[in-house]
C-alpha cells in the first residue's frame, strides 16, 4: 500500500470497495433514514397522537418544534464537525437523536412531547449533515457519483413506506413505537460508526462563534415561523408575522456582519466567493421549494380529485419518486466515469420546470394515468439536481469546509422547503376558497373556512354539489400552486447555465490536490493513511 499524502483524498480509483467503507456507507444510509422517515412515519401517527394526549390546538408545534430545531442547528454541526472531527460530532448528533425519540415516546402530555419533538430535531440536524460530510471525507468527488442512487433510494423509501410504516406501527403497536422504531436502528448504525470508522482526530483552539450561532439561530427561528404561521395562524398581513419578519431580517443582516469580523465564524463567507457554491445553494434552495410542494398536493390532489386511497398516499407518488432514484442513479455512474455533470442541472432544471407546468394543466378530468407521467417528467428533473448539487457544491471547498459546505446546502434546502409549503399553500389556499364561495355559495365558504384542504372522512360527508364543488377548488389551486413552483424553477435553469464545469476531485493524478475552486487546505484522511485504514 502507499502512503496518502496530507490532505489528499483517497482515491477508491473505481474498483471495489473495501468492506469496512461498505459497512460505514450502510450505517450512514440508516443514519439518513432516520433522519427523513421521522416526520413520515410521525404523520400518520397524529391523528391517535391528538387522541390520547389531548392539545389539539397545539398539533402543529409537534413538527415545527422539531422543524426549527433541525433548521437552527444544521450549520452548527458542520462547524463542530470541521473544528473538532466528524465521527465524534456525528455519533453525538445520533445519541441526541435517540434520546429525543426516547423521551417523545414516553411523553405524558403534549407539552411535554413538544419538548422532546425539539431535542430530537437537535440531534436530526446533525444526521443529514454528518452523512453527506463524512461521505464527503472518505469518497472522491470523482466516485462519489455512485453513491447517488443509494442516497436517492432511501429518500425515495423514506417518502414511500414512511406514511405506510407510521400507520402499520400505530394501529398494530401503538403511537409510542412510531418513536421507538428509532432506537434499534439508530443503536445499529451507531455502533458500526463506532466500530469501524476511523477519521483523523481534530482539535481546534478556536473558541465556537456563539454569537454567530445565536443570531443565526434566531434568523432562521423567524423565517421558519412565518413560513409555518402565515396565512394559517396569523395573516400575512399580521402585527405577528411583521415582527417575526423585522427580527429575521435584523438577526441575519447581523449575523452577515458579524461573520467578517469572527474569528472561527460558524458560516465562512468566503465559500460564497465560489461561483459553483453559491449557485449550488440556490438550486438546492429552489429544488426543496419544488420538491415539498409537489409531495404535499399531488396526494391532495389525487385524494379529492381523482377519488384514490388516503392509506396509499405514499404509494401515489411512486411515479415522481421512482424516475427521481433512476435518473440520480444513471446520473452518478455517468459523472464518476466521465467526470462532467453540468449537463445534469441543466436538463434537470429543463424537466423540472416543464414537468411542474405540465402538472398545472390538471383538471377533474385528468386521469391517473396522465398525472402519474407528469409526475415522472418532474422526478426526472429533480433526480438530475438531487446529489449533483451536494457533489458540486463539497467540490468547490477546502477539505477543511467541507462540513459547513454540507450544512450550508442542507439548510438551503431545508429552508426551501418551508418556503415551498407556505408559499404554494397560501397560494393554494386562497384559490380553493375563492372558487368554492364562487361555486357553492355560502355553503362552499363554511365548507372551508377552518381549512382548505378536507381529509377523506370530510370529504365524504359533504353534499354532492358542495363535494363536486371542492374537487373543481382544488384542481384550480393546484393549478395555481404548480405553475408558481414552474415559475420558480426557471431559477434553478438559469442558475444551471452559469454553473462552471471543473474537474472533480479524483479525476486525475493533480485532482486530489485539492477542491476545484480553490487550494487544498483540508485533511481528509489521516497522513500516511492507506483507504483501508483510514475507515
Known sequence: MTDTPAGEAVDTGGGKQPRSVRVVLLALMIAMMLAMLDNMIIGTAMPTIVGELGGLEHLSWVVTSYTLATAASTPLWGKIGDMYGRKG?????????????????????????????AVQGLGAGGLMVGVMAIIGD?????????????????????????PLVGGTITDHWGWR???????????????AISAVLHLPKRRSDARIDYLGAVLLTIGITAIVLVTTWGGTEYAWTSVRIMELIGIGVAA???????????????????????????LMSLIGFITGFVMFGATLFLPLYQQAVQGASATNSGLLLLPMLGAMLVTSMIAGRVTTSTGRYKVFPVVGGVLMTVGLFLLSLMDTD???????LYMAVVGLGMGCLMQITMLVAQNSVEMKDMGVASSSTTLFRTLGSSFGVAIMGALFNHRVQDVMAEKAGALGTAVTERSAQLDAPSLAKLPVAAREAYQ????????????????????ALVAAVFVKEVPLKGTGPKAADGPADGPADGDAVTAKTPVTEAV
Open 366 to 372: 385528468t386521469s391517473r394515468f396522465t398525472s402519474g
Open 177 to 191: 413505537w412510531a418513536f421507538y422504531i428509532n432506537l434499534p436502528l439508530g443503536a445499529v448504525a451507531l455502533v
Open 138 to 162: 472518505l469518497i472522491p468527488p470523482r466516485e462519489r457519483g455512485k453513491y447517488q442512487g443509494m442516497m436517492a433510494g432511501v429518500m425515495a423509501l423514506a417518502m414511500i413506506g414512511g
Open 472 to 491: 373543481h377548488a382544488v384542481s384550480a389551486g393546484t393549478h395555481g400552486a404548480f405553475l408558481l413552483g414552474a415559475a420558480v424553477a426557471v431559477f
Open 89 to 117: 460530532s456525528f455519533m453525538t448528533s445520533i445519541v441526541i437523536f435517540l434520546a429525543g425519540s426516547a423521551l417523545s415516546g414516553m411523553a405524558q402530555d403534549m407539552g411535554q412531547l413538544i419538548g422532546f419533538r
Open 252 to 278: 441575519l443582516v447581523g449575523f452577515v456582519f458579524w461573520q467578517t469580523r469572527a474569528a472561527e465564524p460558524v458560516v465562512p463567507l468566503h465559500i460564497f466567493r465560489s461561483r459553483n457554491f453559491t
